[in-house]
Protein backbone atom coordinates (compact mmCIF):
# COMPACT_ATOMS: atom_id res chain seq x y z
CA UNK A 1 0.00 0.00 0.00
CA UNK A 2 1.38 3.48 -0.84
CA UNK A 3 2.22 5.70 2.01
CA UNK A 4 1.41 9.44 1.95
CA UNK A 5 2.74 12.31 4.41
CA UNK A 6 0.80 15.83 4.16
CA UNK A 7 3.07 19.31 4.56
CA UNK A 8 0.14 20.49 6.00
CA UNK A 9 0.50 18.47 9.19
CA UNK A 10 4.11 19.45 9.31
CA UNK A 11 4.07 22.73 8.23
CA UNK A 12 0.56 24.25 8.15
CA UNK A 13 -1.23 25.92 5.36
CA UNK A 14 0.47 24.48 2.80
CA UNK A 15 -0.73 21.96 0.87
CA UNK A 16 1.77 19.49 -0.49
CA UNK A 17 1.34 15.68 -0.69
CA UNK A 18 4.37 13.44 -0.66
CA UNK A 19 3.60 10.41 -2.04
CA UNK A 20 5.81 6.69 -2.45
CA UNK A 21 5.59 2.85 -2.20
CA UNK A 22 7.88 3.30 0.90
CA UNK A 23 9.20 5.56 3.93
CA UNK A 24 12.65 6.51 2.33
CA UNK A 25 10.50 7.55 -1.09
CA UNK A 26 8.27 10.03 0.39
CA UNK A 27 11.13 11.09 2.72
CA UNK A 28 13.27 11.99 -0.55
CA UNK A 29 10.74 13.95 -2.24
CA UNK A 30 9.27 15.30 0.47
CA UNK A 31 13.22 16.37 1.58
CA UNK A 32 12.65 18.32 -2.10
CA UNK A 33 9.87 19.76 -1.32
CA UNK A 34 11.19 21.60 2.03
CA UNK A 35 14.34 22.83 0.28
CA UNK A 36 12.38 24.16 -2.81
CA UNK A 37 8.77 25.58 -1.10
CA UNK A 38 10.63 26.55 2.66
CA UNK A 39 14.06 27.01 2.34
CA UNK A 40 14.56 24.21 4.67
CA UNK A 41 17.86 22.54 3.22
CA UNK A 42 19.18 20.33 6.04
CA UNK A 43 17.24 18.20 8.28
CA UNK A 44 17.85 17.26 11.57
CA UNK A 45 17.19 13.79 13.19
CA UNK A 46 14.54 15.63 15.31
CA UNK A 47 12.59 17.15 12.41
CA UNK A 48 13.03 13.82 10.47
CA UNK A 49 11.46 12.12 13.71
CA UNK A 50 8.75 14.41 13.08
CA UNK A 51 8.65 13.47 9.37
CA UNK A 52 8.30 9.98 9.54
CA UNK A 53 5.53 10.19 12.21
CA UNK A 54 3.51 12.25 10.04
CA UNK A 55 3.86 9.25 7.31
CA UNK A 56 0.49 7.28 6.76
CA UNK A 57 -1.05 4.67 4.57
CA UNK A 58 -2.52 6.46 1.77
CA UNK A 59 -6.58 5.31 2.11
CA UNK A 60 -8.29 5.51 -1.10
CA UNK A 61 -11.94 5.41 -0.61
CA UNK A 62 -14.13 3.99 -3.57
CA UNK A 63 -17.40 6.18 -4.67
CA UNK A 64 -20.35 3.50 -5.01
CA UNK A 65 -21.47 3.80 -8.80
CA UNK A 66 -24.93 4.38 -9.72
CA UNK A 67 -26.94 0.94 -10.05
CA UNK A 68 -29.11 0.47 -13.06
Known amino acids: MAKVLHCNDLVPGCRFEARGICE??????????LAEAHKLFEISDQVLAMISKAIHEEVRVRSRGARA
Open 24 to 33: EEVIAEFANH
